[in-house]
């Protein structure tokens, strides 16, 4: 079954620019989204179709995906972003939803 | 606004069974797939179950198939999952999401905790 790979943490400092990746096997051709996750929360839709921000989604998060990974850039990091990221994709062959393992960020 | 409000989780012994109700509001229930998503302590998210727009597509995560079974009542505006035969591993926080376009899961109720234990 298709899998995705996160890392498990990613450490930022305050205003600087955070990455986090997620790899998949030909990931590239598949839509990826991304989800914040705050403790205690329900995980909120941060990036749609690789690319895109639902609305009330600052600017600063951003997204690519290409090849064998997809990655999540939070530029000016803030302390609010601190949370746990998944990336999210739908493999056809199977019509099952598959999640990253989630990757916890810590702005310092 | 779109709103999603889960209920019937608690505590179960192993071997029971719970039913999980998805109540929702603000949108267009019936054109919408809606997902089954968990979450152990401390874990990452697990994907459980879907459920197209008229039932005609529903799928399972391997490890509650063939205990868990997903259902969709459009008139009431709600989403459901029996769950049968539980083990101390269904021990999770369930959340039920509203799914568009591009398969993104939009729109998450709160969660219900199912816990799992004699």
């Known amino acids: 079954s298709y899998a995705l790979t996160q890392p498990l943490s990613v450490s930022v400092a305050l205003g600087q620019t955070a990455t986090i990746t997620c790899a998949g096997y030909n990931i590239g051709g598949k839509n990826v989204h991304w989800y914040q996750q705050k403790p205690g929360q329900a995980p909120v839709l941060v990036i749609y179709r690789d690319t895109n921000r639902p609305s009330g989604i600052p600017e600063r998060f951003s997204a690519s995906n290409s090849g064998n990974t997809a990655t999540l850039t939070i530029s000016r990091a803030q302390g609010g972003d601190e949370a746990d990221y998944y990336c999210q994709v739908w493999d056809g062959s199977t019509g099952w939803v598959v999640f990253g393992g989630g990757t916890n960020l810590t702005v310092l | 606004e779109v709103q999603l409000v889960e209920s019937g989780g608690g505590l179960v012994q192993p071997g029971g069974s719970l039913r999980l109700s998805c109540a929702a509001s603000?949108?267009?229930?019936?054109?919408?797939?809606l997902h089954w998503v968990r979450q152990a302590p401390g874990k990452g998210l697990e994907w459980v179950s879907s459920i197209s727009s008229g039932s005609s597509s529903i799928y399972y995560a391997d490890s509650v198939k063939g205990r868990f079974t997903v259902s969709r009542d459009d008139a009431k505006n709600s989403l459901f999952l029996q769950m049968n035969s539980l083990r101390d591993d269904d021990t999770a926080v369930y959340y039920c999401?509203?799914?568009?376009?591009?398969?993104?899961?939009?729109?998450w109720g709160q969660g219900t905790l199912v816990t799992v234990s004699s």
């Open positions: 603000g949108f267009s229930f019936s054109t919408y797939a």
């Open positions: 999401a509203r799914v568009d376009v591009w398969v993104e899961l939009d729109c």
